[in-house]
């Protein structure tokens, strides 16, 4: 064989290992998936490398604007089944009263992913003081909004309740 035969074959074995230990893969969008964190594959504009967290392996093909998210616990190709959901807008429609003794809010989900969200209203009397405050878990779909009840649970408060207070965000739970 000439020197020139060798060379390439060298050549060509050097990148074969290299592209073996660094996980090269063929197929396009297809990277992840073992819960490792690492995504593999080559680059390519079709391919998302944004990606990050635990899980890792969130892409999706020929979508460059698309945001992996946090990744987390779950496979590739669904990053929707493993992705948290951002806070929830939470919107106060009507304090309790002795009529309708809980608050009545609407929370809206801007994520692109299904939540249940923690909200907390704190009932106060005419003072301002804090009477009872209740968490009411709400389940929302993806872009949607909800409305909801939030008990005061305490009979000896509802004639006493002047007013609701609550965060404009509640946190996915």
């Known amino acids: 064989m000439t020197s020139r035969g060798k060379t390439l074959k060298l050549t060509a074995v050097s990148a074969l290992v290299v592209l073996a230990l660094t996980g090269f893969s063929t197929g396009r969008g297809h990277g992840g998936g073992s819960g490792d964190g690492?995504?593999?594959?080559?680059?390519s504009s079709g391919q998302n490398h944004d990606a990050s967290g635990s899980g890792g392996g969130s892409h999706r093909d020929d979508d460059d604007d698309y945001d992996g998210g946090s990744g987390g616990s779950?496979?590739?190709?669904?990053?929707?089944a493993s992705a948290s959901p951002e806070d929830a807008t939470v919107t106060l429609v009507?304090?309790?009263?002795?009529?309708?003794p809980y608050a009545t809010v609407e929370v809206t989900n801007t994520d692109t992913v299904d939540g249940t969200f923690s909200v907390t209203v704190v009932f106060k009397?005419?003072?301002g003081d804090e009477l009872v405050s209740r968490t009411?878990?709400?389940?929302v779909p993806?872009?949607?909004?909800t409305p909801a009840r939030v008990p005061v649970d305490d009979a000896?408060?509802?004639p006493l309740i002047d007013a609701c207070d609550l965060?404009?965000?509640?946190p996915a739970s």
């Not at 009507?94 to 309708?100: G, L, P, V, W």
């Not at 009411?136 to 389940?139: D, F, H, Q």
């Not at 993806?142 to 909004?145: R, W």
Request: overall charge negative.
């Open 136 to 139: 009411e878990e709400v389940a």
């Open 167 to 170: 965060d404009s965000f509640a």
């Open 74 to 80: 779950g496979g590739a190709g669904n990053p929707e």
């Open 142 to 145: 993806a872009g949607g909004t």
């Open 125 to 127: 009397d005419t003072a």
């Open 156 to 158: 000896e408060s509802v």
């Open 38 to 43: 690492d995504g593999g594959g080559c680059s």
């Open 94 to 100: 009507d304090c309790a009263s002795e009529e309708t």
